[in-house]
């Protein structure tokens, strides 16, 4: 089993930054990819940034696409998201997610771990 736990959320102005980290413990390994996802109230989890587990391969949603940045240090088994340029709509919950397999997925069902989540409030 994989736990991950998130933190750095709060509340931000817009146009501000946060960086988001997820800390993973267990049966974790640098192999797995990871990512970060966001949900709204009444809307679906919807991907942001992943990152594979082997050559550091990473892919975002237009929507964070030149404003977040997601990385890992493997050493300390801890993936982050810069996320720069806040906006109003960036507000959410934001999970961090593993996945048993180097390569990166865009879908949620296909992560196997979640993070219990962490609150991030742009405020306009």
């Known amino acids: 089993q994989v736990q991950l736990v998130e933190s750095g959320g709060g509340l931000v102005p817009a146009g501000g930054s946060r960086r988001l980290s997820c800390a993973a413990s267990?049966?974790?390994?640098?192999?797995?990819?990871m990512g970060w996802f966001r949900q709204t109230p009444g809307k679906d989890r919807e991907f942001v940034a992943v990152?594979?587990?082997?050559?550091?391969?990473?892919n975002y949603a237009d929507s964070v696409k030149g404003r977040f940045t997601i990385s890992r240090d493997n050493a300390k088994n801890t993936v982050y998201l810069q996320m720069n340029s806040l906006k109003p709509e960036d507000t959410a919950v934001y999970y961090c997610?593993?996945?048993?397999?180097?390569?990166?997925?865009?879908?949620?069902?296909?992560?196997?771990?979640w993070g219990q989540g962490t609150q991030v409030t742009v405020s306009s």
């Open positions: 997610a593993a996945r048993r397999g180097s390569y990166y997925s865009t879908e949620v069902p296909l992560y196997d771990y």
């Open positions: 267990g049966r974790t390994s640098s192999t797995y990819a």
């Open positions: 990152i594979s587990g082997i050559g550091g391969n990473t």
